[in-house]
């Protein structure tokens, strides 16, 4: 599971640039895991995205 730790996210959109098949900015403001059936199929672009967050907002859960 990929999830977003809202209280790190400042909403910069690199997860979203990465993989914008599973990442994108909410009426919050602050990304957000919109299509968790297109991880499986992206984990090396997710795997970038939780590497290069700028505030390591993005989690991966076994």
Request: hydrophobic residues 35%; glycine residues 8%; charged residues 30%.
């Amino acid at each position: 599971m990929v999830k977003v730790n809202k209280d790190l996210c400042i909403g910069c959109g690199a997860c979203q640039a990465y993989v914008p098949d599973v990442f994108e900015i909410g009426d919050d403001g602050l990304a957000e895991v919109f299509n968790k059936d297109a991880i499986k199929d992206n984990m090396d672009s997710v795997k970038e995205a939780i590497e290069n967050c700028p505030t390591g907002a993005i989690e991966k859960e076994d």
